[in-house]
């Protein structure tokens, strides 16, 4: 390649660069997607991405839309380093006469080889290099290049899923005696060092399968939306949702960012109404025959007036943090049902009375004893699955399996006590 062909190829490269202030993600949990718009003034567009950015890239998703292609060439293109070949630069040497300078001439730069003043050849090492512009990161890695022919030119959109972007909600639910709310903020992640100046971003919540996406893991540093920044004088965006798409929950941010390199964007999110919540103490279980005792869980229970997507919870009793856990994608008014851990405040006995016995099933009378040392009053609820051929939990008939179910409010300081009757009949 001429010196000519390589200055061509680089400018494409840095215009191409600096289309990301035109740029619109589509985010999802896992993986992103880039669209840039693109103007091709002949029948040969070629695309020139950061190194960074074909890193990232999920493999055959890389697509030119609204532009006839005749087909498309990927190849591996030369490096920074390489397009300096042939060229002058000055080499920095510390010997026994102390640091000296010299100009050589840049032979080949896979292994750095150079001819020095006195003709002779030797290879040097990349940090004794000095060069008369700012290399790039990586300047000594080869690059992708795809060339596209075209029916025409014509203006279009270069789009393709990058493993570099993610987006996760976070949520805090906020409980005291007499109230609750939940908020939530969205972390918008750039694992890549290419900034983008975003003009549109829709976030999407939910499962979506493509090949290749490996598990995200965030590195570099942290960019609050709040925090100072260059733009900080800029207002920050604001999440809405957008409705569903497909079993997809949609947001859309509603102005343009700046989504640093290398960082995580957080911005409020939701502020759903809770219709309902409850504290209980809790235990799920299997049915046996046999006595136990131990202590309930901590459990709780709500419905938001909007749909969650999936994402971290943590719980705040009276300012203090209470535990995390995760929810699931939820739906507007579907229970949101967790445990915490123990709770060493209420205590339970159960015992199994046998009413009758044989090879073929029995009859159970099952008692649960609770006890609670707290202030005040505590709702206790315990749910017991039962197997077999054909049970009946309280009268009531089911086939396979079922579950017995104890709802009892245990009073402050007090005891409280409920059984239930199982019938297993497991005869054909």
Do not use: C, H
């Not at 880039?34 to 091709?40: C, D, E, L, N, Q």
């Not at 890193?55 to 292609?69: A, K, Q, S, Y």
Request: proline share 4%; aromatic share 8%; glycine share 8%.
């Amino acid at each position: 390649m001429t010196n000519a062909a390589k200055s061509v190829t680089l400018a494409v490269s840095l215009s191409l660069a600096g289309l990301a202030g035109a740029t619109d993600l589509r985010i999802y949990q896992n993986f992103g997607e880039i669209r840039t718009p693109i103007s091709a003034e002949s029948k040969t567009y070629t695309v020139n991405l950061p190194p960074s950015a074909w890193e990232n890239l999920i493999p055959g998703t890389i697509d030119l839309e609204g532009l006839n292609i005749t087909q498309a060439v990927q190849t591996r293109d030369v490096s920074w380093l390489a397009g300096l070949e042939g060229q002058t630069l000055t080499l920095r040497e510390n010997g026994a006469q102390g640091n000296t300078t010299e100009r050589v001439t840049l032979v080949r730069a896979a292994d750095l080889l150079i001819k020095d003043a006195s003709g002779q050849y030797r290879n040097v090492s990349f940090a004794q290099l000095s060069f008369p512009s700012l290399p790039p990161e990586n300047a000594q890695n080869p690059t992708q290049k795809l060339v596209y022919t075209l029916t025409q030119p014509g203006k279009g959109t270069l789009s393709y899923l990058t493993r570099a972007l993610a987006w996760t909600p976070r949520y805090t639910l906020k409980t005291s005696s007499s109230s609750a709310t939940l908020s939530a903020l969205a972390d918008i992640r750039n694992n890549s060092d290419q900034a983008y100046n975003v003009t549109a971003t829709e976030l999407f919540a939910g499962q979506v399968d493509v090949q290749d996406v490996q598990n995200f893991q965030m590195r570099g540093n942290v960019a609050m939306a709040q925090a100072t920044s260059a733009d900080a004088a800029a207002p920050a965006p604001k999440v809405g949702t957008l409705g569903t798409v497909n079993g997809l929950y949609r947001y859309g941010l509603d102005s343009a960012f700046t989504l640093p390199g290398s960082s995580t964007y957080t911005l409020p999110f939701l502020n759903p109404k809770l219709s309902t919540f409850e504290r209980y103490a809790g235990l799920n279980t299997y049915f046996n025959t046999q006595k136990s005792e131990g202590t309930l869980g901590r459990f709780y229970r709500f419905k938001a007036d909007q749909n969650l997507p999936g994402g971290q919870l943590t719980v705040r009793e009276d300012g203090r943090i209470s535990g995390q856990t995760m929810i699931r994608e939820t739906a507007k008014g579907e229970a949101v049902e967790f445990g915490l851990g123990r709770d060493p405040d209420v205590r339970y006995v159960r015992t199994v009375q046998t009413i009758s016995s044989s090879k073929t099933g029995g009859t159970y009378k099952v008692t649960y004893s609770f006890e609670s040392s707290k202030d005040r009053q505590v709702r206790a609820e315990v749910s017991e699955q039962v197997g077999g051929r054909k049970i009946s939990i309280d009268g009531v008939t089911r086939s396979n399996q079922g579950s017995a179910e104890l709802k009892v409010d245990v009073p402050a300081k007090g005891k409280a006590t409920r059984t239930f009757t199982v019938v297993i009949d497991n005869s054909q």
